[in-house]
């Protein structure tokens, strides 16, 4: 029988790999994750859509994180979306109240998601948008993008030709980072993650 040594890399066998997840445990998502409008507020829009694979097919397991400014353009700095009561330790959510910008939802059977926000204002020279990123199976690194929403003013059409980011794409690839309209304050945003039609993605360094 060989003797395998840790010291000595020849004599250690390959083990099979890990899966890769996505394994969303304690707090992945939260209850209310996608509800980052406060109730009531006039400015909220309803975002929704689906995540898709390579090969078209809806994932029902896909996990989106959101950020988003407020209609004043501002990032907000408020605490709150994972309350917990001081005492027990139970779960509390949000307080209805105080506008995060940010969500946390996960895809459905079906491979949808959904979310209530506040539509941002914009910030400097970039056309208003929301941030979001991307966790899905086979995913070994999360995967970030934008949604930009549509508008039939001028105001909105100066700001989408001046965006840095949206100006140096081609419209083909320009339009896979627009949401559609669907009237009633609800944008409809779906993801493909490979393939045709392939969402743009962004990288930072």
């Avoid at 507020?41 to 996990?63: N, R, S």
């Avoid at 027990?88 to 995060?100: A, K, P, W, Y």
């Avoid at 979310?115 to 970039?126: E, N, Q, Y």
Wanted: proline share 10%; hydrophobic share 35%.
């Amino acid at each position: 029988m060989t003797r395998i040594d840790p010291s000595r890399p020849e004599t250690v066998l390959p083990t099979p790999s890990h899966t890769v997840g996505p394994f969303y445990g304690h707090a992945l998502p939260f209850p209310g994750g996608g509800d980052i409008a406060p109730a009531g507020h006039p400015a909220t829009v309803t975002l929704q859509g689906y995540v898709y694979d390579g090969a078209g097919a809806p994932l029902p397991d896909a996990f989106l994180e959101l950020w988003g400014a407020g209609p004043d353009g501002r990032v907000p700095h408020t605490d709150g979306s994972m309350r917990r009561d001081p005492a027990t330790g139970g779960f509390l959510g949000r307080n209805g109240v105080e506008f995060t910008g940010w969500g946390r939802v996960q895809t459905d059977a079906d491979g949808h998601w959904t979310a209530r926000t506040l539509r941002p204002g914009a910030r400097g020279t970039s056309a208003p948008y929301v941030s979001v990123c991307v966790f899905a199976r086979g995913l070994l690194v999360h995967l970030f993008t934008r949604i930009y929403l549509p508008g039939d003013d001028p105001a909105t059409a100066a700001a989408f030709a001046a965006d840095p980011l949206l100006s140096r794409l081609d419209p083909a690839r320009r339009d896979t980072l627009i949401a559609s309209d669907d009237g009633a304050g609800t944008y409809r945003f779906d993801i493909r993650l490979q393939g045709e039609g392939e969402t743009v993605f962004l990288e930072f360094q």
